[in-house]
């Protein structure tokens, strides 16, 4: 059984720009979570999607969003990027208000 | 308050020892929680979870549950050099929020 697939491993963005980030759910779960790690942090947890809908989100600004898809796949926008929004993006999925299993996340560096 | 508390460490045991790794929480809503383990560089992988009080164990580690004192803890027996990582406490009242995670080093 496939794992949680995310998508790029590595993104390279000037300030100012846009990053998408992308993440693929294990098989028959709908639930997926998105998370910040820093460097030498611990995560920081961004949004929630279930079923579609986004169910909640961290304290950051508007300018992280995303959205799930109808085969709960889901991605991450973030605008306007600044430097201390490099890190590395976690993407985790489960089948309900249990488990999470993460990817292998995308590194991104914003210069 | 923190949703999730750990003690960053880092924690320092020999081989062989019993390493213990607390965790508290402030939501008594809270109902499952877990136990992930974090190498330098890598995701976090599941070792544990718990959502009953009492103890939990699966080979050489014990998850134990609280709730009435927002308390979560995991023990490793036998500690190897391939358990030093970071260990991330993780609990569900809605979503799922992690704690800072602590650092353990096994020596050998």
């Known amino acids: 059984e496939a794992g949680v697939t995310q998508s790029p491993t590595h993104l390279i963005k000037t300030r100012g720009q846009q990053a998408t980030l992308r993440c693929s759910p294990i098989?028959?779960?709908?639930?997926v979570y998105w998370y910040q790690q820093a460097l030498g942090l611990g995560l920081q947890f961004l949004l929630w999607?279930?079923?579609?809908?986004?169910?909640n989100r961290g304290n950051f600004p508007p300018r992280f969003s995303g959205r799930q898809f109808p085969n709960y796949s889901s991605e991450l926008n973030v605008n306007a990027l600044e430097l201390e929004d490099s890190a590395l993006y976690l993407c985790?999925?489960?089948?309900?208000?249990?488990?999470?299993?993460f990817g292998q996340g995308t590194r991104l560096t914003v210069v | 308050q923190k949703e999730v508390e750990q003690n960053s460490g880092p924690l320092s045991v020999p081989e062989g020892a019993i390493a213990s790794l607390n965790c508290t929480y402030s939501?008594?809503?809270?109902?499952?929680f877990f136990w992930y383990r974090q190498y330098s560089g890598k995701s976090p992988e599941l070792i544990m979870f718990?959502?009953?009080?009492g103890d939990k164990e699966d080979g050489r580690f014990t998850a134990q549950l609280n709730k009435a004192s927002q308390y979560v803890s995991l023990l490793i027996r036998d500690s190897q050099p391939s358990d030093s990582a970071t260990y991330l406490c993780?609990?569900?009242?809605?979503?799922?929020?992690f704690g800072a995670g602590t650092r353990l080093t096994v020596k050998p």
């Open positions: 985790a999925s489960s089948p309900g208000p249990s488990e999470a299993f």
């Open positions: 098989s028959g779960h709908t639930s």
């Open positions: 999607y279930d079923e579609g809908e986004e169910r």
């Open positions: 939501d008594r809503g809270s109902q499952s």
């Open positions: 718990i959502y009953s009080n």
């Open positions: 993780a609990v569900i009242k809605n979503d799922m929020r």
